[in-house]
């Protein structure tokens, strides 16, 4: 199988891990899993490792493969550590962004509005245009060091991201992200204090 087919499965296993098709601790087969893309094992372990690598599933010698379980503490962890990271990016960005890439952020919030404004809510495709959003304020740091410490906070526990949020949180993050948005474009420093708040609250949104 070609490198593009093991993308595909990569793709296809990680976004049921992120929209909670798998549950948490479930085993997954390999020779289930091939047999279901029509591949032999190689190109499903090959795509198996980048879900490990991106601390989505672990690999348990002499037991087997399962979707990672991510404790509310491991979140907690995660969040406090993010807000600030997230922080000194918007920080960097009021130097370094030029306003032409503050469009990106915009591009992300319209495609947010698109989705709370439907019922139910696709939190899959909200996850993943959150992520993009947040991504985004990173990259406007123009610190790579930054986006791959970021890459690595939020892949971590994305899954765990999508089962806090529902209707009501995603509005009301939605309105913070207008609000972060304008804060960049006006090369507002306060912004940056907000970012952390931002991202600090989150844990208020945890269900278990």
Not at 25 to 43: I, Q, V, Y
Not at 66 to 89: C, H, I, N, P, W
Not at 155 to 164: D, N, P, V
């Amino acid at each position: 199988m070609t490198k593009n087919g093991i993308d595909d499965i990569h793709a296809t296993l990680r976004k049921r891990i992120l929209g909670a098709d798998y549950y948490p601790g479930e085993k997954l087969s390999e020779n289930s899993l091939a047999k279901e893309f029509g591949c032999s094992r190689t190109p499903v372990r090959e795509a198996l490792k980048r879900l490990e690598h991106e601390s989505l599933i672990e690999i348990r010698p002499q037991s087997g493969t399962y979707v990672r379980q991510v404790s509310t503490k491991d979140y907690t962890d995660l969040l406090e550590v993010r807000a600030y990271l997230e922080g000194l990016a918007f920080h960097l960005a009021l130097e370094r962004a030029s306003d032409e890439s503050l469009a990106l952020l915009d591009d992300d919030i319209r495609e947010m509005d698109e989705v709370i404004a439907s019922m139910p809510i696709d939190m899959g495709r909200y996850g993943e245009a959150h992520y993009r959003f947040h991504h985004h304020l990173v990259e406007l740091a123009d610190n790579e060091l930054l986006v791959q410490m970021f890459e690595r906070l939020n892949l971590r526990a994305s899954h765990m991201f999508l089962r806090s949020m529902n209707a009501e949180s995603a509005a009301k993050t939605q309105s913070e992200h207008y609000r972060i948005a304008r804060q960049l474009r006006e090369r507002d420093k306060s912004g940056e204090k907000f970012v952390i708040d931002h991202l600090w609250r989150k844990k208020t949104y945890l269900s278990y």
